[in-house]
């Protein structure tokens, strides 16, 4: 007679963490301030200005906003200023820099605000694969809030996983 086949992984103590759970939802847009300048790359006060006033920035709402300059101008820092007071309690979040970088600073503060009482003293895996995008900076931040109190943390899936770390007895 054939032994029961046992799901050694299912019955162990080992804790999975997706971090695309903390993935907020909305809509991620890219404003490249250039629209603004004359020929791309000359800001021009007043009528920087007069445009910024006259956008339509209600199409922002509710999304998370990364200001850029495409162009090779020398923006002073006033500029994204002065957008982003515009975007304020309409997007939300707004932020000057990449898409990448614009998650990057979602996740931190999603992983600061992470309560880690169920990871005290218990082996962890950091699930790898993810289909949102999730900076490896997140994975970084993620460590440095949990390894303290971790068991064990380990990168990947239960079957094939990576150990990373192992608290000394």
């Known amino acids: 007679m054939a032994e029961e086949i046992i799901n050694r992984v299912a019955n162990s103590k080992l804790v999975t963490f997706d971090l695309e759970d903390l993935y907020p939802p909305g809509r991620r847009v890219v404003l490249d301030i250039s629209q603004w300048l004359e020929e791309g790359i000359l800001l021009r006060e007043s009528r920087f200005r007069e445009s ?4 339509n920035w209600l199409q922002y709402n509710h999304c998370f906003v990364a200001l850029q300059c495409s162009t090779n101008a020398i923006i002073p820092a006033w500029a994204f200023m002065l957008v982003s007071t515009h975007l304020n309690g309409i997007a939300n979040k707004t932020i000057t820099g990449s898409l990448e970088l614009l ?7 999603k992983i600061a605000e992470l309560n880690t009482s169920q990871y005290e003293n218990v082996p962890l895996i950091i699930k790898g694969c ?3 995008p999730v900076p490896e900076n997140a994975y970084l931040l993620l460590i440095e809030k949990l390894q303290p109190i971790v068991r064990s943390l380990m990168f990947g899936e239960a079957c094939s996983s990576v150990p990373l770390y192992k608290k000394a007895k």
């Open 52 to 55: 910024v006033k006259n956008h």
């Open 103 to 109: 998650e990057t600073v979602l996740y931190t503060e």
């Open 130 to 132: 993810s289909n949102k």
